[in-house]
């Protein structure tokens, strides 16, 4: 083993030396840690319509992970095109829209939880008009993205589906001086984009051989992901849609697999939207949204109809009928299929200053919501019919400067579970008698100091904000998720001077509204701070800043969870130690420094949880890490990453403290273009200040990665993306108190092929 150990880091050596003769290119990243995003343009910078969008990672997000992209709220990931740390956005698609556009990247987990890791400015030009097909040589259009439906962290149902809940763009007309704007003009476009991925592990090697997986440890696999776009305006009639189709040639991974599963279809239909527009009216039809009241019903994500419609300046009209739980396949197409399955609202608005947009609105909501026991495609648990039916306001307002903004929401709804003939065939359960209950919030913000000039180049700015939330006991709804029996608030300040920024922080919340006697009231109290100070803005030149003054950062937090008093007959006098008392605290420094070719960070966090619950006050913890990271950019095409760190933890009550060292390298390497090779080094140590436990953890993995791409008109296009990848993995546990000794190791080749085609 140790010889295997040796000829893998011998391996890393060499390549290294490879690349320091043979020039290439690709960002610098380490495997694991923190996942960033840059982009290769500037905030300032004008980009055309069918410029080449780019952003790198700092690292391949894992096995389990995927990256998702955003302009303003509308899901592009569909769009773009990943290879290992890059992704890029295919403009012969759908052009950049037109204007400033926010992008955001996100991080999504296994679990469909999304994490924004970066956000940027984006400015496009204006779109270069599209070819008209009926009306004409002067006839011209052009499709800016409209408005999008999709929620990030709404419930997912694969990688193809996730990228598919989305809305297209909407066609406008362009109105030229050559053309009048009332003049009707006619287009349409047909965008269809399938891919083909084949996915293969050839090899895979364990030891002991009683590791090895029973089942596939060697597998071929081939996914298909297709989409099928339409665009098309014909006079005051606009229409776009999308068909996503998503399949597997491993029948666990088809979409139905979990309701069907071998009959699941091994192609399937993941989403679909429609939307069309006559005059000012606009219909979504498939998975689409509704809702803006946050406790009644927000942003309800499922396959249905949505509406939305002015009537005159001051009123608006928005509704929705949805199914109550996420579709896939052509099963239940409309949505609407199951009616005591579905949701179903309504909202009017009511502009009281239509020439200044949410000046002064008022919304008002109607809801109803009849589910039966019926699972997701995503979900998988046993769970009772319920329904509920309730009335929401809405109220916001902001003044004319956008320096004071207020809004607050209200919603009252009867729950109850009705009779369910699935989990109760005879009808002998007790039914619960249906609950009325309310829930209510108030957001308010105020810019104290806009700009004010402290010098030439620094102005001073600072924001104050103000957050209430409240659910009575029981509270529920359908169509939003309110956390019931609780009260909390949270006051807040930021500001900024010039580049450096600072806020604070204050939170408070508490349950048991009622105060019921035998329940134990939970009361939490959290305080926050934070600091970015770049030296480079304080001292020297701003124009020309120094890159060895550092940029330095701190945050503090730390809250205080306990209980209020010893309930009566709630089993707690018994055992007071039960009622829980804790104090956490957590820090973080850092530091960091950027020079053209070189950049260097250092991190120090450090915990602490002090326990002040009766007879466990000495059952405290503290740990502390201290992070080193290293960046060589020798050649624009070649890059080196070295991270060191050192974790701490000492449990008080039992006076052990246990140690963390690890150590990783990274290297990347573009041999020529489109082509892109890896390497990746991690070694870490762990083990308890006594030398009982002694644990040992190795990895080293190396990828080579090849794009290649042809586009000769709009139907005529060909991508390729092939990756080959070597990865091996050893680990030692001891534990000399039980005479441990355990050895494990897997070295795994992956192999993927993906077609893109149109």
Excluded: C
């Excluded at 104290?448 to 009575?472: D, H, M, P, Q, W």
């Amino acid at each position: 083993m140790r010889k295997n150990l040796r000829f893998s880091i011998v391996l890393t050596v060499f390549l290294a030396v490879v690349f320091l003769i043979w020039p290439g290119s690709l960002p610098a990243r380490i495997r694991g840690g923190e996942l960033s995003a840059t982009v290769n343009f500037r905030a300032d910078e004008k980009l055309s319509p069918d410029a080449l969008l780019e952003i790198t990672l700092s690292r391949p997000p894992d096995e389990r992970e995927r990256i998702a992209v955003t302009f303003d709220q509308t899901d592009v990931s569909g769009l773009f095109t990943r290879t290992e740390n890059r992704l890029r956005y295919d403009a012969g698609i759908l052009p950049l829209p037109a204007g400033n556009t926010g992008l955001k990247v996100y991080l999504v987990s296994a679990d469909g939880l999304w994490k924004e890791i970066a956000g940027f400015q984006m400015s496009v030009a204006d779109q270069t008009p599209s070819e008209p097909v009926a009306d004409g040589p002067e006839s011209e259009s052009k499709t800016p993205p409209a408005e999008d439906g999709s929620i990030p962290g709404s419930d997912q149902t694969s990688e193809t589906a996730d990228a598919a809940e989305k809305s297209e763009p909407e066609a406008v007309e362009n109105q030229t001086e050559e053309t009048p704007a009332s003049e009707k003009t006619r287009f349409f476009n047909f965008l269809p984009s399938f891919t083909i991925n084949m996915k293969s592990q050839p090899f895979q090697s364990n030891f002991p051989a009683e590791n090895r997986p029973a089942e596939r440890a060697t597998s071929n696999d081939f996914t298909f992901s297709g989409s099928i776009r339409n665009e098309a305006r014909i006079g005051g009639f606009s229409a776009d849609s999308n068909f996503d189709l998503a399949g597997s040639s491993f029948k666990p991974e088809t979409l139905q697999f979990g309701s069907k599963g071998r009959q699941a279809p091994d192609v399937d239909l993941a989403s679909y939207l429609i939307n069309f527009q006559v005059g000012k009216a606009k219909f979504a039809w498939g998975h689409t949204s509704f809702g803006n009241n946050r406790h009644l019903v927000s942003s309800f994500s499922s396959r249905g109809i949505s509406f939305a419609m002015p009537v005159g300046k001051r009123f608006d009209v928005s509704a929705g009928v949805l199914n109550g739980t996420s579709l896939v396949g052509v099963g239940n197409f409309t949505g609407l299929g199951k009616v005591r399955h579905q949701v179903q609202g309504a909202t009017l608005g009511i502009e009281l200053f239509p020439q200044r947009p949410n000046a002064m609105r008022l919304e008002f909501t109607g809801f109803n919501g009849y589910l039966q026991a019926l699972n997701g495609v995503s979900e998988g648990r046993i769970n009772d019919a319920e329904r509920s039916r309730g009335f929401g306001l809405r109220f916001l307002t902001s003044d004319s400067s956008d320096r004071f903004r207020l809004e607050i929401g209200y919603a009252l709804s009867r729950f109850f579970n009705p009779q369910d003939t699935t989990l109760d065939p005879e009808g002998e359960a007790v039914p619960l008698p249906a609950v009325i209950r309310s829930a209510s919030y108030i957001e308010a913000g105020y810019q104290v100091l806009k700009n004010i000039k402290l010098t030439e180049s620094k102005n001073l700015n600072l924001n104050f904000a103000f957050k209430f939330e409240v659910a009575e006991p029981l509270y529920r709804s359908l169509g939003a998720s309110a956390s019931a029996d609780r009260l909390s608030q949270d006051y807040s300040a930021d500001g900024s001077i010039g580049e450096m920024t600072f806020s604070f922080g204050h939170s408070r919340s508490n349950d048991n509204l009622r105060r019921v006697a035998s329940i134990l009231r939970s009361l939490t109290r959290g305080n926050r701070f934070s600091l970015a100070v770049p030296f480079s803005a304080l001292v020297g030149k701003t124009e020309k800043p120094s890159p060895f003054l550092p940029r330095l950062g701190y945050s503090f937090d730390r809250t205080h969870q306990f209980g209020e008093g010893i309930p009566v007959g709630g089993g707690f006098e018994i055992d007071p130690a039960s009622i829980p008392d804790q104090v956490n605290t957590n820090q973080t420094f850092s530091s960091a420094w950027q020079f053209e070719k070189f950049n260097f960070e250092y991190t120090y966090n450090r915990t602490q949880a002090d326990n002040r619950q009766a007879d466990f006050e000495l059952n405290d913890q503290i740990g502390w890490t201290h992070g080193i990271s290293v960046g060589v950019n020798p050649l624009q095409t070649l890059s080196f990453n070295v991270g060191l760190n050192f974790d701490t933890s000492k449990n008080l009550e039992i006076s052990q403290t246990n140690r963390t060292k690890t150590l990783t390298l990274g290297a990347n390497w573009q041999p020529f273009k489109d082509a892109t090779l890896s390497g990746n080094f991690s070694n870490t140590l762990s083990g308890d200040a006594a030398n009982i436990i002694n644990n040992r953890n190795a990895n080293f993995d190396v990828q080579f990665a090849y794009n290649f791409r042809i586009e000769k008109s709009k139907f005529r296009k060909f991508g390729m993306q092939a990756f080959v990848r070597f990865a091996d993995t050893y680990a030692r546990n001891r534990d000399f108190s039980f005479e441990v000794n355990d050895r494990t190791r897997t070295r795994i080749v992956n192999a993927g092929l993906t077609f893109n085609f149109f």
